[in-house]
């Protein structure tokens, strides 16, 4: 009776432990990688396609669950050739899937970063970490003046490419232009100017060097759409500061998108540094749903502590964000490093 009471016990025991494991919620803890300034995701057939940049060539992640990308599967999909003038420092690569074919979007000089301009490629396999990719060229409008940072997105069935750039030809200020595409890398008109740092939390930009000027910045244009408004998410105030945070213009989707009296800048950062979590300089943001559908997260780099600038110390983070009664996105405050958050709904 006795062994059947232990028997009996011991099966229970692990009923119940299998039960718990089961219905424990999954958690995971930022950030996500050691390292990754300029965090970029898109989703597309149940995956979750990852890059960053790396400077030097172009990288590229695939999971389904993005709280696990440190074991993603990831690939380099392609490296520059040498001495040209897109063989250096590439910054902030997006990858966008348009028109049934995938684009690569990303900042190159070389060497020389007055020399940065906007370059894309293009795959037409499913996969992006398939098939061939294809060197399109620079994309830019006459001025072709300096440009980072460069985004695409579409809107009431037309495309239209924002980013970060000089008004001339020396650095000093950065500004977010947007302009209308023919094409996934051709600019059809002029640039208009959208955004200049205007308040004073945008304008932390000294670079410590007598032999350089302060720098005011507005640069990493995302766009956030949501019931009828689009929000436009950019980085302000230098990189290499503690104060780099997200600003935030908002428009109707139905406005002239082109006419910079349509869109409207929030007078505070919509999220900035948290001290008392030690996260610091968070920005260069990107957006995701879950798998479910049911959730909306924001993807960025921040460093853990002061003073770490827009070196390898940054590392790309997420968090979920919610919406305000009057519809703008609430994006709370940056999280602790290594606090357990539940992953997105809908993960498997």
């Known amino acids: 009776m006795m062994k059947i009471f232990i028997s009996f016990f011991v099966s229970l025991v692990v009923v119940l432990s299998t039960a718990s494991a089961q219905t424990a919620p999954k958690t995971f803890t930022n950030p996500l990688l050691p390292s990754g300034a300029d965090p970029w995701v898109i989703q ?103 440009a980072i940072d460069g985004s695409v997105f579409t809107n009431k069935g037309k495309l239209y490419m924002i980013w970060a750039g000089w008004e001339g030809d020396t650095n000093g200020q950065q500004n977010i232009y947007i302009a209308k595409l023919i094409n996934p ?21 000294d670079l410590n060097d007598t032999n350089l000027p302060h720098v005011n910045v507005n640069e990493g244009p995302e766009l956030l759409k949501h019931n009828g408004k689009l929000f436009l998410i950019y980085s302000a105030s230098g990189c290499w500061t503690d104060f780099y945070a997200l600003g935030m213009l908002s428009a109707d989707a139905n406005a002239d998108l082109l006419d910079p009296a349509s869109w409207k800048k929030s007078s505070e950062p919509v999220f900035k540094q948290s001290p008392e979590n030690s996260v610091y300089a968070p920005g260069h943001n990107s957006f995701f749903r879950s798998p479910d559908g049911t959730e909306d997260w924001i993807l960025y780099h921040a460093n853990d502590k002061p003073g770490l600038g827009c070196g390898k110390y940054r590392s790309p983070r997420m968090q979920k964000f919610t919406w305000n009664k009057d519809g703008t996105p609430y994006f709370g405050v940056p999280v602790k490093a290594n606090e357990p958050l539940p992953v997105p709904s809908g993960t498997r």
Not at 48 to 77: F, G, H
Not at 188 to 203: A, M
């Open 44 to 146: 597309h057939n149940g995956y979750y396609y990852y890059t960053n940049s790396t400077q030097n060539n172009l990288v590229i992640w695939k999971t389904k669950d993005m709280s696990a990308l440190a074991s993603a599967e990831k690939k380099v999909i392609w490296v520059p050739p040498a001495n040209t003038m897109h063989s250096r420092e590439l910054w902030a690569p997006e990858l966008h899937y348009i028109n049934h074919k995938w684009y690569m979007y990303f900042a190159a000089d070389d060497g020389d970063n007055n020399h940065h301009r906007l370059y894309v490629l293009e795959n037409s396999a499913q996969d992006p970490l398939k098939g061939e990719w294809i060197f399109k060229g620079k994309v830019a409008d006459a001025s072709n003046k300096w």
């Open 185 to 205: 890398w051709t600019v059809d008109g002029k640039r208009v100017k959208l955004s200049s740092p205007d308040y004073e939390w945008e304008k932390h930009g």
